[in-house]
């Protein structure tokens, strides 16, 4: 069974940066997609990109283009989601998930607040 | 953009049967799947490419894509199967995965 454990809640300002970690394991972390989810309170779940390692091909949401960025590290077995220029609105949970053709395992989630 | 519409939400008795449906263009072309989640807790894969289930979930969860709509049914509904579930496709024409609005399952 896939597992994806990521890194703890996070506070940020308006107009800084967050990032936000999963690590993988219990699988060929090389061989499948990892995809970010977010979840703002109260609402549903909004895809905002996918990652491949070992090479780091990224595919964003339009919406998050130009503010996101997704990066992988082999010798951890970690992806890495930043999102910067953050606004009010960017607080959400943010999962990261694994593809199997579909999201089948996902981590926890990661709370990101964004607050002055 | 490819837009998915569910039902904001389905009430349903003890050991009945819930039918959330999951609408969109064409969407008898497309592998559905969908996602079960509980109140602060991460979504769980219920059924994945229409109507195939994850080891561990229950036979009582199955659904179908025949054409507008694709269908979870959730058959003799226990309290534990109350939770929000999202149905989710691959757009092929941008690339992107897609998310339904959510369907909030209630049981009375």
């Known amino acids: 069974q896939a597992q994806l454990v990521q890194s703890g809640a996070e506070v940020g300002k308006p107009g800084a940066s967050v990032k936000v970690s999963c690590k993988a394991s219990?699988?060929?972390?090389?061989?499948?997609?990892i995809h970010w989810v977010r979840q703002a309170p109260g609402q549903g779940l909004e895809w905002v990109g996918s990652i491949k390692p070992p090479r780091g091909g990224t595919n964003y949401a339009q919406k998050f283009r130009g503010r996101v960025i997704m990066t992988s590290d082999t010798s951890t077995t970690t992806v890495y989601m930043e999102l910067t220029s953050l606004r009010s609105d960017d607080t959400a949970v943010f999962y990261c998930a694994r593809e199997l053709g579909f999201p089948d395992s996902w981590g926890q989630g990661t709370l990101v607040t964004v607050s002055s | 953009s490819y837009v998915l519409s569910q039902p904001p939400s389905v009430s349903v008795a003890p050991g009945q049967t819930a039918r959330i449906s999951c609408g969109g263009d064409?969407?008898?072309?497309?592998?559905v799947h969908w996602y079960q989640q509980k109140p602060g807790q991460a979504p769980v894969l219920v059924v994945y490419?229409?109507?195939d289930r994850p080891s561990g979930i229950p036979e009582r969860f199955s659904g179908s894509n025949s054409g507008d709509p694709a269908t979870l049914t959730i058959s003799r509904v226990e309290a534990g199967d109350e939770a929000d579930y999202y149905c989710?496709?691959?757009?092929?024409?941008?690339?992107?995965?897609?998310f339904g609005p959510g369907t909030k399952v209630t049981v009375l």
């Open positions: 490419d229409d109507s």
């Open positions: 989710q496709v691959w757009d092929s024409s941008s690339d992107h995965y897609v």
């Open positions: 064409n969407i008898g072309l497309k592998s």
């Open positions: 219990e699988y060929t972390f090389n061989n499948y997609f």
